[in-house]
């Protein structure tokens, strides 16, 4: 077989490819050498298209022209036929197939259509036109995805709008700049107060006072005397009170402390006794700052029962059992009559433990001990519920007042101090036990704790002896502060 007859023969495979069967049927019965010999000459140097045109239903094929050499690594796809219809031997409309020659345009439909002729890096003009169309969809494909992502369409939209933000806040504030002050100037055309006034600052730094006279003489007043110092007026009051107690075992405590300056002097200080009805001072001043904290209701009602009934002090005891009372009335009846019923209502309804941890955190070490509603008590304990009763009432003009005011109305009062003063006090008498615990309102009040193992054989001259020992400590101490202090050069 010469040379053109082979060329022939594999462009005619080339060609059975891309028709398949439908060639077959059309060559069935014609010799494949004919079909070839037939068109050998006419067909020699035709390198541009092969076309196959009027197919007729017979048994053999013409052919116009045939292919060239087939391009290396070409391949062409059944589906480029235009359309091929086989019905009983028919094959009906033409099929054109064109060889690759350089073009300047392609379609992007043709590139991009998976049924599409993909060429080996078929170039035009030196570009690599499968390689830009595919650079192309790949471009549109990712924008695509991006813009069907939600949370990459969420971040722009959040980046536009800042920056639109910080846009919008720059003009602003430079729109601010521009302001010119004398557009806010305005005219004073009144005064609001003509009257000079005078007044205390209460919020003052102490730091600020240092190495001033007027604070070394507000430090001199406010500081208890040195005790390594004493002058001979306090001496002597301080032996005054020795030798009285030391006459009986029964007068059995004493108290002293100045409220301002905090100047204490104590006899027996530390051992305990029955509190009588001195215990009602704690257990009321308790629950008044319980309700000012709003932990206690003052109005709510409590019944009186007859298990509370108590033949002692009080005013319960004579009203009808199963009588409804008001927690601010028992605390009324229990501080200023010294109500045993009320006393022990409150204490059960608000605790024994509470009011225990309530006054150990203060500093007492003997009341509320003891596990019943009375107990013990020492003078160390009383003044500190004392001096807590005072700052209580410097403090809250409500509740502080309201509890003050019951003490000042409480009876009966042995500890009076000197002339005409008001007295705040919770006295307590059971059998020997005979006891007073006051707040004594001078121009410098003081706390006096006077117990006592007297009974009644004595107690009017031991009260009398002991409000006096008081008062004149208090005297004596307050002239010598004021003489040393007077004493600071002032203007």
């Given at each position: ?127 690599n ?39 919008v ?78 006459q009986?075992?029964?007068?059995f ?12 002097v ?23 700052e ?59 309804k ?23 509603n ?7 304990d ?110």
């Amino acid at each position: 077989m010469n040379n053109n007859q082979n060329r022939d023969e594999l462009r005619f495979n080339k060609l059975y490819e891309l028709l398949g069967d439908e060639v077959n049927s059309i060559y069935e019965t014609k010799p494949e050498n004919e079909i070839f010999n037939d068109n050998l000459q006419n067909n020699a140097n035709i390198n541009s298209q092969i076309e196959i045109s009027n197919i007729q239903p017979t048994n053999k094929i013409e052919t116009n022209n045939v292919p060239p050499e087939p391009v290396q690594n070409e391949v062409i796809n059944r589906e480029q036929v235009n359309q091929v219809e086989v019905a009983n031997n028919y094959v009906v409309p033409t099929v054109t197939i064109t060889n690759i020659e350089p073009v300047n345009e392609i379609k992007q439909s043709e590139m991009v259509n998976k049924n599409q002729v993909y060429l080996n890096k078929t170039t035009v003009d030196g570009k690599n036109i499968i390689d830009d169309v595919d650079n192309l969809d790949v471009g549109k494909r990712t924008l695509r995805e991006i813009l069907s992502n939600r949370k990459s369409v969420s971040i722009i939209l959040i980046l536009a709008f800042v920056c639109v933000c910080v846009v919008v806040a720059k003009t602003f504030y430079f729109g601010r700049k521009i302001d010119k002050y004398e557009e806010f100037f305005t005219e004073i055309t009144y005064k609001e107060e003509e009257m000079a006034k005078a007044y205390k600052e209460t919020d003052i730094d102490n730091e600020v006072l240092k190495k001033m006279a007027a604070s070394e003489l507000i430090n001199c007043i406010s500081s208890p005397i040195d005790m390594n110092d004493l002058p001979e007026s306090v001496n002597n009051a301080i032996n005054d009170i020795n030798n009285f107690y030391n006459q009986s075992y029964n007068y059995f405590s004493f108290a002293y402390k100045d409220i301002f300056t905090g100047f204490t002097v104590t006899y027996n200080a530390n051992q305990s006794i029955f509190t009588a009805s001195a215990i009602k001072g704690p257990t009321d001043i308790y629950i008044w700052e319980m309700a000012s904290q709003g932990k206690v209701d003052l109005d709510e009602e409590m019944t009186y029962t007859a298990n509370y009934y108590n033949t002692g002090s009080g005013v319960l005891k004579n009203k009808p059992i199963n009588t409804k009372y008001m927690v601010r009335t028992l605390l009324e009846y229990s501080t200023v009559t010294s109500d045993n019923a009320a006393h022990n209502m409150l204490m059960d309804k608000y605790g024994r433990e509470n009011m225990l941890k309530f006054w150990s955190n203060l500093g007492t070490n003997a009341i509320f001990e003891a596990n019943n509603n009375w107990g013990v008590m020492n003078a160390h304990d009383a003044l500190i519920y004392m001096r807590e009763l005072y700052s209580f009432y410097a403090r809250d003009n409500e509740y502080g007042e309201a509890v003050m005011k019951n003490f000042i109305n409480a009876y009966p009062t042995f500890l009076k101090g000197r002339g005409d003063v008001l007295v705040a006090n919770k006295s307590g008498w059971s059998g020997t036990a005979i006891h007073d615990i006051a707040i004594i309102f001078t121009d410098n009040p003081y706390i006096v704790v006077a117990l006592s193992n007297t009974g009644e054989s004595d107690y009017v001259n031991y009260f009398n002896t002991a409000n006096e020992l008081a008062y004149n400590l208090h005297e004596a101490y307050w002239k010598y502060k004021m003489t040393t202090c007077n004493n600071i050069k002032q203007y």
